[in-house]
């Protein structure tokens, strides 16, 4: 009878991850090798020796490199001010999710209105504090950062509530303790908080870690990769060999070669969170 139970409750969750995770995988490794010839590694090669997917590998990598870090950064700093007990702690709360709620498309059409160079709110604001207008997404220096602050601001709610709810399982006892110590708040921080976190962060920063890479909506919506390729990401490179130059192969390749590169980040942040 327990069996059946277990299966019961698990087989709905088991057959979802074959149908729409590992079915799909083991088809685009499939696809990824076949080739006019026959079977190859064809695919792989043009997609090495092609000059705009390397661009775009790299790119995805500067990309990454800056946007985890800066989110997990941000998430733990509002989920420690969260977690005070201080006036207005809810609607703070409330006001940190919010931008969860809305699709990352919807957000994507509203920032790139209040990135408008010429009449977005960013430059009135800007022109209000004495300070010169900024191209935001219509330069190729600025375009990447700025796909950056609207995929945080989308998303950093969503992590800081995890992160609140790991803070909530520290024992108070520990912080009264060091501070009979007298440890202060910073000592406190490195010594208890960060370390009897780090579970919670190293979910966070994994499943962060895969978002980003799979970041395709405001790319799509507001520079189509530009300008002059400063936002084609990889996920994006990859929806355009698919389904604008029709190369469903090639776009597999990418595919496979995408999920290779996400499993080594996750790798290494393992490797650096891991127990020791």
Known sequence: MLTIAVAGFLGPALLTLLAFRIVPTVLALFQSLQTRDGIGWDNYVSLWTSPTLVDSIRVTLIYNLVVNPMQIAIAIALALLLNQSVPGRTLGRIAVFIPVAAPLAVASLVWGIAMRPSDGALNAILGVLGLSAQPWLTSADQALMSIMIIVTWAGVGYWTVFLIAGLREIPDELYEAATIDGAGWWRCLFFITLPLLKR?????????????????????????????????????????????????????????????????????????????
Request: proline share 4%; glycine share 8%.
């Open 200 to 276: 919670t962060i190293l979910f966070v920063l994994v499943a962060n870690t895969v978002g980003n890479f799979l970041v395709f909506a405001p790319v799509q919506i507001l520079t189509r990769g530009g300008p002059q390729g400063s936002t084609n990401l990889f996920i994006h490179e990859i929806y355009q060999l698919g389904f604008t130059f029709a190369d469903m192969p090639a776009a597999s390749a990418g595919v496979v070669l995408l999920l290779l590169c996400m499993l080594l980040f996750v790798a290494v942040q393992f490797r650096l969170l891991r127990n020791e």
